[in-house]
Nanobody
Framework: QVQLVESGGGLVQAGGSLRLSCVASGGTFSSYVMGWFRQAPGKEREFVARISWSGAGTSYADSAKGRFTIFRDNARNTVTLQMNSLRPEDTAVYYC???????????WGQGTQVTVSS
């Protein structure tokens, strides 16, 4: 069983930056694809970014391209989402997730709130 704990959320003005971190425990971190999803009030959870087990492959939602960067440190069992040029529409609860392949995520964190003010 893998446990995921996110941190780094908060309140930021539009145009600002935040760095979200996720620490994993209880599994073989380097064997998992890691991802970030988000869910805004009244909306469905949506994909933001993912990174392959090695870190060599990444993909992003169109809304995140050019502004967000995902990276991982397998030695420290962490995955990070660097978010720049934040917009009010980025306001959501952000979830860290892990799974064997992209699109098949078995484990989820509890989420961290990101609020972007205009």
């Amino acid at each position: 069983q893998v446990q995921l704990v996110e941190s780094g959320g908060g309140l930021v003005q539009a145009g600002g930056s935040l760095r979200l971190s996720c620490v994993a425990s209880g599994g073989t971190f380097s064997s998992y694809v890691m991802g970030w999803f988000r869910q805004a009030p009244g909306k469905e959870r949506e994909f933001v970014a993912r990174i392959s087990w090695s870190g060599a492959g990444t993909s992003y939602a169109d809304s995140a391209k050019g502004r967000f960067t995902i990276f991982r440190d397998n030695a420290r069992n962490t995955v990070t989402l660097q978010m720049n040029s934040l917009r009010p529409e980025d306001t959501a609860v952000y979830y860290c997730t892990a799974g064997p392949t992209h699109g098949h995520y078995d484990y989820w964190g509890q989420g961290t709130q990101v609020t972007v003010s205009s």
